[in-house]
Structure formats: structure tokens, C-alpha cells
């Protein structure tokens, strides 16, 4: 049964049209140059998330790997003299209280007197702008408070996307400037990231197919080429369906279209392997059947059948034999 199914196997693997012990003119076929190189899974988005506040730490939330997502709060930071200036602005605005209702009470007697003829205008006047005045003096205080307040809340640092939590850099009881970046976060989907030799830079285009070689057999699309060549290398991203997100900045090994060249091909059955040599079955001048050392190269998918590159042995033009394997 096992011979079989590997006669089966070489039969679907002729070319369309040819059959066992039939023969076959050898043709020179282009075929794909591929160059390997590794890329990085990368966030589309790595933004970090800044203290608005300067202070002491008090809680952080997250660590590395952590998912967050836009607007939770992962860290809180605590500035002491914002407590003690509200307590400050609070009794400010108590005195201020009491002046005013002292002022009222004036004011009040004052418009008394004047009904009686006892005051003049000019001193109501007088109290009632004194009134005025204690009454922005205590909006500016409240203001003030207001700014006190909504300083403390920015404490409260939130994450700007949603997303993974990448990279750490404090911890808590760590006295913190404001803008200083408490966490970084990865997010906006991920891709995979190539620095490719620029002599391979202008044989690449935006949309070819390119391998992954992880483990997998997955494919993805060259998106974007950057202009700009850094240190001799180009960058490029790669969309990747399924792309892992286990590990940000792994390196994965890829296969590049650099491009394509003329190459002896034959179908895997035609090749015969004896006392480790291999051997192929050819039609002489004289239309006997003459066989012929040859090196294989690798092997290649082509049309949905293995053919595997002859390196030697075998010119185009030649007529092959392509004989039925023993059963």
C-alpha cells in the first residue's frame, strides 16, 4: 500500500500532459530569488503615559503585560503642598465670608440712614463697592480653589489608548516630574517591522507576498517602504493576519521577493537516487536512453507539483525520460 501511495504521489507530480516513460524537452523556468532576513512584531502605536502632576507615587496599577484599556487610571500621583494651598484658599475664603456679611450689614444700615437723611449718597456708594469688592475677591479665591482641585485630579494618570502595557519605568514611592513617562502602552494593532539591505531596495514593491517562517505556513503583505535608508538598511512593514502579540519586539524570520532568475526544473519523480548519487534518464542523439549524473538544488512548489532546480547535468533542451519507479 505505501508504494501506492508514492507511485500516486509521482504521478501528480508530472508535468500536465506527460505520463511515465514519456518524454519531456527540459525547459528553463523562472523561477523567485528569496533573501531571509528577520523582522520585529511591533505596536502600531507605542505612546506613553505621562504624569501631568509632579509628586510622590502612591499606587501603580500595572505591570509589564498588563492590558489596559483607554482612560483607566494606572498610577496616582500625590503632591502634598496641593492640600495645604486648598486648606489655605478654605480659610481665605471663610474670612472673606465674614467681611462680606459685615459689608451686607453695613450696607444695610447705611440705606437706613440715608432714608432718615443721617448719611449721604457718597457713603452708601462707598459700602456698596466695598461689597463688590469682597465679592470678586471671594469668585477669585473660588477660582483658585478650582485649579487647586483640578491639579490634584491630575494626578490620576490614565492610559492614552488601549492597549499593552510594554515597559514599566517606575515604581511606586518614586517622586515623579511632571511629564516624566510612567508606563509605555502598545496598541493600534501589530505588525511586523524589516530592515532590509538596500541593495534589495528597489526590488521590492508595496503589496508583495511575503513568507513567515515561524513555525507556520503564513504569508503577509509588504504595506510600506520608508524612504529614508538608515546604517545601509531599509525599513519596511509587513500586515501579518494573526499576527502573535505574546511578545512585542520578537524577531521572526522572513523570506523576501528579491527577485527572479532562470532555473533548470524537473519533476521530483524524474530524479533517480542510487548509492547516493543522483541520477536522471535522458534521450540521446541517437534516440537511446542515456543516464546522467546530476546536482540537485532545492526544491520548489510550482504549479502545485514539487520540481526540484538542477544545478548541473542537465542543459535546456534536453529530452528527459521520466521512467515508472519500481512497485
Known amino acids: 500500500?505505501?508504494?501506492?501511495?508514492?507511485?500516486?504521489?509521482?504521478?501528480?507530480?508530472?508535468?500536465?500532459?506527460?505520463?511515465?516513460?514519456?518524454?519531456?524537452?527540459?525547459?528553463?523556468?523562472?523561477?523567485?530569488?528569496?533573501?531571509?532576513?528577520?523582522?520585529?512584531?511591533?505596536?502600531?502605536?507605542?505612546?506613553?503615559?505621562?504624569?501631568?502632576?509632579?509628586?510622590?507615587?502612591?499606587?501603580?496599577?500595572?505591570a509589564e503585560g498588563s492590558r489596559v484599556a483607554a482612560g483607566d487610571v494606572i498610577a496616582q500621583i500625590v503632591d502634598e503642598k496641593l492640600d495645604l494651598q486648598i486648606a489655605a484658599?478654605?480659610?481665605?475664603?471663610?474670612?472673606?465670608?465674614?467681611?462680606?456679611?459685615?459689608?451686607?450689614?453695613?450696607?444695610?444700615?447705611?440705606?437706613?440712614?440715608?432714608?432718615?437723611?443721617?448719611?449721604?449718597?457718597?457713603?452708601?456708594?462707598?459700602?456698596?463697592?466695598?461689597?463688590?469688592?469682597i465679592r470678586g475677591q471671594i469668585g477669585s479665591a473660588q477660582a483658585e480653589r478650582s485649579v487647586l482641585l483640578q491639579r490634584e485630579a491630575e494626578g490620576?494618570?490614565?492610559?492614552?489608548?488601549?492597549?499593552?502595557?510594554?515597559?514599566?519605568?517606575?515604581?511606586?514611592?518614586?517622586?515623579?516630574?511632571?511629564?516624566?513617562?510612567?508606563?509605555?502602552?502598545?496598541?493600534?494593532?501589530?505588525?511586523?517591522?524589516?530592515a532590509i539591505p538596500e541593495r534589495?531596495?528597489?526590488?521590492?514593491?508595496?503589496?508583495?507576498?511575503?513568507?513567515?517562517?515561524?513555525?507556520?505556513?503564513?504569508?503577509?503583505?509588504?504595506?510600506?517602504l520608508y524612504p529614508q535608508i538608515e546604517n545601509g538598511r531599509v525599513i519596511a512593514d509587513v500586515e501579518v493576519a494573526d499576527l502573535s502579540k505574546d511578545f512585542v519586539d520578537a524577531r521572526v524570520l522572513v523570506r523576501l521577493p528579491v527577485g527572479q532568475r532562470d532555473a533548470i526544473m524537473v519533476p521530483a519523480a524524474a530524479l533517480q537516487s542510487r548509492m547516493g548519487l543522483d541520477f536522471i534518464t535522458l534521450r540521446g542523439a541517437d534516440g537511446t536512453a542515456v543516464t546522467r549524473a546530476v546536482v540537485p538544488g532545492s526544491t520548489h512548489q510550482i504549479a502545485g507539483s514539487a520540481q526540484i532546480e538542477i544545478l548541473s547535468g542537465v542543459s535546456a533542451g534536453d529530452t528527459m525520460i521520466i521512467n515508472e519507479p519500481a512497485k
Not at 523556468?29 to 503615559?49: H, N
Not at 490614565?158 to 513617562?181: C, K, N, W
Not at 510612567?182 to 496598541?187: D, K, M, P
Open 156 to 194: 490620576a494618570v490614565q492610559s492614552p489608548i488601549d492597549g499593552t502595557v510594554l515597559t514599566v519605568p517606575v515604581s511606586a514611592g518614586s517622586i515623579i516630574m511632571p511629564g516624566e513617562p510612567i508606563a509605555v502602552i502598545g496598541g493600534g494593532g501589530f505588525f511586523l517591522r524589516l
Open 89 to 133: 484658599v478654605d480659610a481665605q475664603l471663610r474670612a472673606m465670608a465674614a467681611q462680606l456679611d459685615n459689608a451686607m450689614t453695613e450696607l444695610q444700615r447705611g440705606e437706613d440712614l440715608l432714608q432718615r437723611g443721617v448719611t449721604t449718597t457718597q457713603r452708601l456708594d462707598a459700602l456698596r463697592t466695598q461689597v463688590d469688592v
Open 1 to 62: 500500500m505505501i508504494r501506492s501511495i508514492i507511485y500516486a504521489a509521482l504521478l501528480a507530480a508530472l508535468p500536465v500532459g506527460a505520463a511515465f516513460g514519456a518524454d519531456v524537452t527540459v525547459r528553463a523556468t523562472q523561477i523567485t530569488e528569496w533573501k531571509s532576513v528577520f523582522g520585529r512584531i511591533e505596536a502600531r502605536d507605542r505612546l506613553p503615559a505621562r504624569a501631568r502632576l509632579g509628586g510622590t507615587l502612591t499606587s501603580l496599577a500595572v
Open 200 to 224: 534589495h531596495a528597489t526590488m521590492l514593491q508595496q503589496g508583495d507576498v511575503i513568507r513567515i517562517e515561524d513555525g507556520h505556513e503564513r504569508s503577509g503583505t509588504l504595506s510600506k
